[in-house]
T-cell receptor, first 114, second 111 residues
C-alpha cells in the first residue's frame, strides 16, 4: 500500500458525459501528479499540483481539468467524454528520499466510456 | 525522438534466471532515475531509485546508471514467478517538475 488513495476504482459512463476522479496523497506529501495509462500509450503525464497550485502541464486535453484543495486532495475532471478517453488514470504523490524526489502511485481509476 | 526509450518485450525467462531490463534516454539533464514494477491493473510500485551515475543494490535487485551512455539497467537475480510484471523506468531532471516514463517491459518468469 503506497498510502495514495484514489476513488472510484471503476467508472463506466457514456460518451459526452462528465466525471470526476479523486485522489488523496500520502500524508505529508504536497505534490500530486495525474497520469493517463492506455494500452498503446504507456503512462502519459497530464498535470501536476503542488500545495494547491498548478506546477506543470503535460499532454492534458482542454476537456480535462484538475485542482488541488486546501486539504491537499486533488480532483481530475474529465468532460465531453469520448471513447478514446477510456484508460487507467493514476495519481501519484511525490516525496523527497534524501535529496531525491520519487513518486508513489495510487491504485488507479479504471474509466470505461461506452 | 522520445525522451525515454524502453523495449516493450515481452521477455520470458525460466525461474532462477538473471533478468536484465534497460532504458535509454536522450536528455543529459536527467539526474534522478527510478524503476517501478506494475502488476496487471494495479498502480506502479516504486522498486529502486538512484541519483546520477553508479550502482545500487537492494536484495535481488540492482540498478545501474551510465550517464555517459545515457543508459540505465535493472538486474533481477534469482528471478521468481512473483516477479512477473511490467517494469517501468522513470527519470527526472534536477530542475523541472516532470517525470518521464518508459513504456514498460513485460516480464514473465516461468516456474
Amino acid at each position: 500500500d503506497s498510502g495514495v488513495t484514489q476513488t472510484p476504482k471503476h467508472l463506466i459512463t457514456a460518451t459526452g458525459q462528465r466525471v470526476t476522479l479523486r485522489c488523496s496523497p500520502r500524508s505529508g506529501d504536497l505534490s500530486v501528479y495525474w497520469y493517463q495509462q492506455s494500452l498503446d500509450q504507456g503512462l502519459q503525464f497530464l498535470i501536476q499540483y503542488y500545495n494547491g497550485e498548478e506546477r506543470a502541464k503535460g499532454n492534458i486535453l482542454e476537456r480535462f481539468s484538475a485542482q488541488q484543495f486546501p486539504d491537499l486532495h486533488s480532483e481530475l475532471n474529465l468532460s465531453s467524454l469520448e471513447l478514446g478517453d477510456s484508460a487507467l488514470y493514476f495519481c501519484a504523490s511525490s516525496a523527497l528520499q534524501g535529496f531525491q524526489e520519487t513518486q508513489y502511485f495510487g491504485p488507479g481509476t479504471r474509466l470505461l466510456v461506452l | 525522438q522520445k525522451e525515454v526509450e524502453q523495449d516493450p518485450g515481452p521477455l520470458s525467462v525460466p525461474e532462477g534466471a538473471i533478468v536484465s531490463l534497460n532504458c535509454t534516454y536522450s536528455n543529459s539533464a536527467f539526474q534522478y532515475f527510478m524503476w517501478y514494477r506494475q502488476y496487471s491493473r494495479k498502480g506502479p510500485e516504486l522498486l529502486m531509485y538512484t541519483y546520477s551515475s553508479g550502482n545500487k543494490e537492494d536484495g535481488r535487485f540492482t540498478a545501474q546508471v551510465d550517464k555517459s551512455s545515457k543508459y540505465i539497467s535493472l538486474f533481477i537475480r534469482d528471478s521468481q514467478p512473483s516477479d512477473s510484471a511490467t517494469y517501468l523506468c522513470a527519470m527526472k531532471a534536477s530542475t523541472g517538475n516532470q517525470f518521464y516514463f518508459g513504456t514498460g517491459t513485460s516480464l514473465t518468469v516461468i516456474p
